[in-house]
C-alpha cells in the first residue's frame, strides 16, 4: 500500500480469474419471454431482462471483452438494429 513518505508508488497486485465463455448468435426468441395475451388474443413479449450479451463490432469483427445486460431501459430499436446485422451474441448452454 502507498503512503505519503513512498518515493515511489507500491504495487498492487491483484488475483485474476479467466473464464473462458463459448458464444452463439442470438436468435430473436432468445431476447424476449412471453408475458401474456392481448385483447384480441394475440401473445405479447417483452425483452428478457437480465440476459448478458456481447456485441460484435460491424466494422472490425470483433467481438467486445466487456459483456452488456438486457434491461427495460434498453432502447428496443438498438436492439432490433443489432440483431437484424447479427451483432449479438450470448452464451451458448448445452441441453442436458
Known sequence: MATLTAMQPRPYV????VAEVELVQ?????LKTF??????????????????????????????????VLTDDCNPNDIKEWLDFKMIWIANVPSI
Do not use: C
Open 26 to 30: 442470438a436468435l430473436p426468441e432468445d
Open 35 to 68: 408475458t401474456g395475451y392481448d385483447e384480441s388474443s394475440k401473445p405479447i413479449y417483452k425483452l428478457r431482462a437480465g440476459l448478458i450479451y456481447w456485441l460484435q463490432s460491424s466494422i472490425t469483427g470483433k467481438v467486445e471483452t466487456t459483456p452488456r
Open 14 to 17: 491483484f488475483p485474476r480469474a
